[in-house]
């Protein structure tokens, strides 16, 4: 936990085989810049400090259901919620399924289905990849899921950053934390759900003021279909990150935490134009 523990309630659900060091920048950086909140950042089931879910498949219903019974024991009265790629699913999950949010904000959401995104080709290989990981034994699927140089590759790919040193820094996280996972079961489940859905199929449910954070280069969602649920979620706002892609929690830390500090301490407007 990041603020002040009897603040109001901010929790921020991480991406597909991240865990909460992902988004600690981002919860460290509000806790400076809006201290009165308490920013809880908890692993999902199956990944970092949280072991998966006993006797239950990991579909996006579970995930779900786990993120209203989380949102219930740290925040009774309600929370904001926050959720990125990956986590802005459970976080539509979530809200549909009864979790209280006050306010949403969402980080790269997955907008579009990942086979129709602009690197549709490398979600074809991750599918393939899941599968023959699926198909060893434990030990031998846990040792590919967690090559090294496949995660290299993974993270080349997806920052967009030209500081070196910025760059070096996100592989060393993708490195220390990219394989944090319980089994390849509960891997390969999660990552099952991280493709079959979209936030679009629970628009309805973001009945709150929502805030939808979308780097300009992002591999996953093109930015068109950002714009499209922009649309979709009466009363949101979008803020686009230029030269930034899926790892905005990485890349535009600063930026980020400033728009969303400015989000939890005003109250809710009239939409504004998409802004750069």
């Given at each position: ?22 988004l ?5 950086g ?72 006050s ?86 489940e ?14 309805g ?19 068109s ?10 009363g949101?706002d ?14 535009a ?24």
């Open positions: 936990m990041f603020g002040d523990p009897a603040g109001a309630p901010v929790i921020l659900v991480h991406g597909f085989r991240g865990d909460h060091h992902g600690q920048g981002i919860a460290e509000l806790a400076a810049a809006v201290p009165s909140f308490a920013f809880h950042v908890p692993d999902l089931p199956g990944f970092g400090e949280t072991p998966a879910l006993p006797g239950r498949a990991h579909d996006l219903a579970a995930f779900g259901d786990w993120l209203v019974a989380f949102t219930r024991e740290v925040a009774p009265t309600g929370a904001v919620i926050l959720g990125h790629s990956f986590g802005s699913l459970v976080v539509s999950a979530g809200l549909a399924q009864g979790a209280d949010s306010r949403t904000i969402l980080i790269n959401p997955i907008s579009a289905p990942a086979l129709e995104g602009p690197q549709a080709a490398l979600t074809q290989l991750a599918i393939g990849y899941y599968r023959a990981a699926n198909a060893l034994p434990e030990g031998a699927a846990k040792s590919l899921l967690g090559n090294k140089l496949i995660v290299r590759g993974m993270s080349e790919v997806m920052a967009k950053t030209r500081d070196r040193e910025l760059r070096a820094w996100i592989h060393d996280q993708h490195d220390r934390y990219f394989s944090s996972f319980s089994d390849s079961r509960s891997l390969l999660a990552f099952r759900a991280s493709v079959s859905h979209t936030v679009a199929e629970f628009a449910a973001y009945s709150m003021p929502t805030l939808i954070i979308a780097g300009e280069k992002d591999d996953i969602t093109p930015l279909k950002q714009l499209d649920l922009r649309r979709m979620i009466a949101s979008l803020l686009i990150l230029p030269g930034t892609g899926h790892l905005v929690h990485y890349e830390v600063d930026d980020t935490v400033s728009r969303i500090a400015q989000f939890l301490q005003t109250d809710p407007a009239t939409p504004s134009e998409p802004t750069a």
